[in-house]
């Protein structure tokens, strides 16, 4: 291994951003994305670490966290160009033994920061992290245009957008039977609204972010990018189905949780109450 660029978690870290530029969720530097580094894959990755750079405070605590390293996105970047030049536009960012302050230890070559929601993917890792006993190691926040579309629409609860989007396309309530959280909008980047997706990741998977965005956790890549892209064809469903006038009928609630045993998934009913 001549470069970080040959383990295949880096090779799929570009991949999916690069994807996503792709489907038109990432304009100009909208959007970021963060993996959480197996201990094998850290491990393989230290001898190409500087310890040149100075520590500095994440804004919160996170001390499940301690010691890990994280491939991130760099703030103020574009997705365009990661495939092309990835060393100029993501780092990989260590944390310290306290999980409050971290250090940029490869990438970034020509400068900067990691991404201005840092603190989000971290807090939320954490708390993620916890909860499946370490399955899950990507978060992906985004722009995708239908899901904003329908921040404007659509009263801004969890139960109205879950229950939009899972009727959509039969498969949603496959895809995340726990359903979707929305947020009002906030100052992205802060760690208000950090902590108020943290509230939301406990029980989902996605958390909309009215007129902002999504932010997706999962397991690895290709969970958390289909997460996001199943949501977001539902939603341009839902948009045309509108722009042409609405719905004429519908997938009934009984139809839905008719999904749950079949496919062996836990629909959570009290979302279509
Ligand atoms: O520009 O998307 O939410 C990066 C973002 C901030
Ligand atoms: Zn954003």
């Not at 530097?29 to 990755?45: H, Q």
């Not at 802060?190 to 990741?201: F, N, R, V």
């Not at 999962?218 to 958390?224: C, S």
């Not at 289909?226 to 139809?255: F, H, V, Y």
């Amino acid at each position: 291994m001549n470069s970080i660029l040959d383990l295949k978690f880096a090779k799929y870290f570009i991949d999916t951003c690069h994807q996503s530029w792709l489907k038109g969720w990432n304009e100009r530097n909208g959007g970021n994305m963060s993996y959480r580094m197996k201990p094998e894959e850290a491990a393989e990755c230290e001898k190409f670490f500087s310890y040149d750079n100075p520590e500095k405070p994440i804004g919160l605590s996170v001390p499940n966290l301690s010691g890990e390293c994280f491939m991130v996105t760099g703030s103020g970047k574009y997705y365009k160009n990661i495939l092309r030049e990835p060393e100029n536009n993501i780092c990989i960012v260590k944390l310290d033994e306290k999980g409050e302050n971290y250090r940029i230890v490869w990438g970034l070559k020509e400068g900067g920061v990691p991404t201005s929601e840092l603190p989000t993917h971290l807090l939320n890792h954490s708390i993620k992290k916890e909860l499946t006993n370490g399955e899950y190691r990507v978060i992906m926040h985004a722009h995708p245009a239908n899901i904003v579309a329908l921040t404007f629409l659509l009263p801004l609860e969890d139960k109205v957008f879950t229950r939009e989007i899972w009727e959509m396309i039969t498969e949603c309530p496959i895809v995340f039977p726990a359903g979707i959280g929305v947020l009002p909008w906030m100052v992205c980047g802060s760690a208000d609204i950090a902590y108020a997706t943290g509230e939301k990741i406990k029980k989902y998977d996605a958390v909309i972010w009215s007129h902002h965005g999504i932010f997706c956790a999962g397991p690895d890549f290709d969970t958390a990018f289909g997460l996001m892209d199943t949501i977001e064809k539902s939603a341009e469903i839902l948009i045309k189905t509108m722009s042409c006038g609405g719905k004429k009928r519908c997938i009934t609630s009984e139809q839905i949780m008719a999904l749950s045993e079949p496919y062996h998934v836990n629909i959570d009913k009290t979302m279509l109450e």
